[in-house]
């Protein structure tokens, strides 16, 4: 079962949720209700969606997920985090836009899967620096969406809070791309890099012949050497 195995943060948050949930349902309060509920949802999806395609997802950068579901719904809209805390806004842009660069990195292996050529790290990067940049986009134009339609009030002081989640965006999608760039370079396994590593780790049948590609750059092998007929 998929809810095995899982980090102490993902294993607290949903205790956090479930409690939250029970005594929301006691006092009558339904909104707070209806948001744990929705959080705790939407924290499983990934989980659901790993079992579905036979996805391994790392341990820690799931727990990474469900802590963001859980600081940018629960903690910021039923608790009003964003506007309790100036920075909470920055933090939950900045945090999403470099797991979304990770992501597209992972994404973009999985594309270049059995192709002819894998993909050079510098159109890798340049791919999951889109993907995460427009991602963070639609997000704006979700907020842009629900103002209007519903009269929330999502984007806070519009324009400015647009532009500076967009500045944010392209900081954290770019340095999530960079990430994607060192790993594919050989020159980091560890911290971020080494998210993407253990995903490659833990997934190797459809990342089969980027695996090839990185045993061979990590070999020390020149740049120019063509690895044997066969390999």
Avoid at 205 to 221: A, S
Wanted: avoid cysteine.
């Amino acid at each position: 079962m998929f809810f095995k195995g899982q980090s102490i943060v993902t294993y607290t948050i949903w205790a956090i949720l479930v409690v939250a949930v029970v005594i929301a349902i006691a006092l009558n309060d339904l909104p707070i209700a209806f948001v744990g509920l929705a959080t705790l949802a939407l924290t499983v999806v990934p989980l659901v969606m790993a079992e579905r395609f036979h996805l391994k997802i790392p341990i820690y950068f799931y727990a990474y997920i469900v802590f963001f579901l859980f600081g940018t719904i629960f903690l910021g809209e039923a608790f009003d985090f964003y506007t309790r805390f100036w920075w909470w806004d920055i933090v939950m842009h900045g945090s999403s836009a470099v797991g979304f660069g990770i992501i597209g990195v992972v994404f973009t292996l999985l594309m270049f899967e059995g192709d002819r050529y894998a993909a050079p790290p510098m159109a890798v990067a340049i791919i999951a620096f889109s993907i995460a940049l427009s991602i963070g986009a639609l997000w704006e134009i979700f907020e842009f969406g629900m103002d209007r339609a519903f009269g929330m009030n999502m984007q806070k002081s519009g324009l400015q809070d647009t532009m500076t989640d967009l500045m944010v965006d392209t900081v954290g999608a770019a340095l999530g791309a960079a990430t994607g760039y060192v790993f594919l370079k050989g020159r980091a396994r560890r911290g971020l890099p080494g998210v993407i590593a253990e995903f490659v780790s833990r997934n190797k049948r459809f990342v089969r012949r980027r695996g090839r590609v990185l045993r061979y750059e990590l070999g020390h092998r020149t740049a120019r050497e063509k690895p044997p007929e066969g390999e």
